[in-house]
């Protein structure tokens, strides 16, 4: 048993426990259908970051199920932050899952379902990490998910399978391609930088994830001026892009310097990711403040 076990605490509908006395049914509809949605935010040297754009999309998501919010927002904030303090968390990112209750096994659910609501935190180095620093290289892969990829599902077995092989090739990580065309990471967004300083991205739809990180580095990069597209772009053009990066609520901002076997640029990050990064930091240490 690892020693956090006995230590960290979890928020289980509505009570602050110790991990190990965190229980969940077995009949519970996340476990048995993936009927269950989910939401990270990162936490970085004790800052919340861009937790307002997470909850909304934690809302949306719920909403697109048809699951009742398990408590008011604010109360959701005060949960996160209560638990982040409880844990003595500084770095790391505080995770939120709901699920649509507990029944028999059933497609067809009751009506009357109370959700299951379980939180807990994840100690992580978020920023100055090595792939930061040097450079990732993703693999290219067919995306095999499911249409509704806007909505944040606990349905990931396409990322882990996706995410498996990828390593086992040498990667560091994947993206994911539909009909030519870059969707998005298993577990992030996709980003290119042209040759004339472009910035481009797919805009958001049914197809990709609506990133919170990636909404904070447009806005951010509008406000400095730098020019950006919300396109699709294909395969080829990744290979021949200038720059690529990813963005995620636990990357950050990543340089991308390979692409299955082409070198991106220089095989190092460029100067249009390394500014992104370095304005993206500055927002988020002017985030609020919770331990």
Known sequence: MRAMD????????????????????????????????????????????????????????LSELGISLPMALENVREMQIEL?????????????????????????????????????????????????????????????RWERRDIKTVMLLGQVLAKMSAKSGGFNDVWLHQDGFITEGAS????????????????????????????????????RGLIFDERPFTIAEAEGAAEAFLTSASSFVTPVVRIGETVIGQGEPG?????LQEIYLEAARACEQVI
């Open 271 to 275: 100067p249009v990711t390394r500014h």
């Open 6 to 61: 006995m230590t960290r605490q979890i928020f289980l509908n509505g009570s602050y426990i110790n991990e190990s006395e965190a229980k969940i049914s077995v009949m519970d509809r996340g476990f048995l259908f993936g009927d269950a949605i989910y939401e990270v935010t990162a936490v970085l040297d004790g800052h919340l970051i861009d937790n307002d754009l997470h909850l909304a999309r934690f809302a949306r998501s």
């Open 84 to 144: 982040i303090r409880r844990n003595q968390m500084r770095d790391g990112t505080v995770y939120l899952q709901v699920s649509r209750g507990v029944a028999e096994r059933n497609f067809h659910p009751a009506g009357d379902l109370v959700p299951t609501f379980v939180a807990f935190t994840q100690p992580a180095k978020l920023s100055g990490t090595p792939a930061q620093r040097e450079g990732i290289a993703v693999a290219l892969m067919h995306d095999p």
């Open 188 to 223: 992030s967004t996709a980003f290119i930088v042209t040759h004339d300083g472009r910035i481009v991205t797919r805009g958001n739809s049914q197809v990709t994830l609506p990133g919170c990180t990636r909404r904070a580095v447009l806005t951010l990069a509008e406000r």
